[in-house]
């Protein structure tokens, strides 16, 4: 939801600013939004080029490596949240109606 709230204003200001350049000044606009394309499609690229020659082993081993391994502590907190959560519910529902 945050990113729709701070994309949104970005979006209408560039849209606003495209349309008023492509008024004012219809080449000059068209060759700056050809060249922000064009360096979208360099970035897009060079990502397309990481994802393909790396494997996700990779960054597993990177993870892992640091990692130490604790036996039923992820149990043990699911189920402290389960509590929590069955807890808060108990005690709203009867105030809720």
Do not use: E
């Not at 990692?67 to 149990?75: F, I, M, N, R, V």
């Amino acid at each position: 939801m945050i990113a729709w709230l701070i994309g949104l204003p970005i979006l209408a200001i560039t849209s606003v600013g495209t349309g008023v350049g492509l008024r004012w000044r219809p080449r000059m606009t068209l060759r700056a939004v050809k060249i922000l394309n064009l360096v979208l499609l360099v970035g897009a690229a060079v990502l397309f080029v990481i994802t393909v020659t790396t494997s996700p082993s990779d960054a597993a081993t990177v993870a892992t490596a640091g990692a130490k391994t604790y036996s039923g502590d992820a149990l043990i907190g699911a189920s402290i949240a389960v509590a929590g959560s069955s807890i808060g519910a108990a005690i709203g529902v009867p105030y809720t109606g």
